[in-house]
C-alpha cells in the first residue's frame, strides 16, 4: 500500500536547527493533508503541524513561528523545518498521510490514515 520513510532526526543544541523529510512511496495519485505528530517520553502523542493539498496549514501553539511545514506534492514528499529547537522539543517525530489515492494493478485504493515509522529528534546541550 502507502510506505511513508522519514529522515533527517538527530541531535541538536538548544536554539539549533533540523529538516525533517517524509516520503510516500508508491503510486500516489493524491494526498490530502501530509502532517507531523511528535510524542515525548510519558507524554501523549500530540498534533505538530498539518499542510493539506490546498496550502492550508495548522501548527500546534507550541511551535508557531518556530516551524514551517512544506510539501512537494510530484515528489509526494513533507518537511519539517524547525528553528530554536529547545529540549521541550525532544520527541519521536511521526509523519502522517490523510486521504492518499493510491493505484494497485488495475485499480485505485483510498487510505484515509498512514504513518511512518517515527524519527527521534533530540534536543541537548
Known amino acids: 500500500q502507502v510506505q511513508l520513510v522519514e529522515s533527517g532526526g538527530g541531535l541538536v543544541r538548544p536554539g539549533g536547527s533540523l529538516r525533517l523529510s517524509c516520503a510516500a512511496s508508491?503510486?500516489?495519485?493524491?494526498?490530502?493533508?501530509m502532517g507531523w505528530y511528535r510524542q515525548a517520553p510519558g507524554k501523549q502523542r500530540e498534533l505538530v503541524a498539518t499542510?493539506?493539498?490546498?496550502?492550508?496549514?495548522n501548527y500546534a501553539d507550541s511551535v508557531k513561528g518556530r516551524f514551517t511545514i512544506s510539501r512537494d506534492n510530484a515528489k509526494n514528499t513533507v518537511y519539517l523545518h524547525m528553528d530554536g529547537l529547545q529540549p521541550e522539543d525532544t520527541a519521536v517525530y511521526y509523519c502522517?498521510?490523510?486521504?492518499?489515492?493510491?493505484?494497485?494493478?488495475?485499480?485505485?485504493?483510498?487510505?484515509?490514515?498512514?504513518w511512518g515509522q517515527g524519527t527521534q529528534v533530540t534536543v541537548s546541550s
Open positions: 502522517n498521510a490523510k486521504g492518499v489515492v493510491y493505484t494497485g494493478t488495475l485499480i485505485s485504493y483510498y487510505a484515509r490514515d498512514s
Open positions: 508508491g503510486e500516489i495519485i493524491r494526498i490530502n493533508t
Open positions: 499542510l493539506t493539498d490546498g496550502g492550508r496549514t
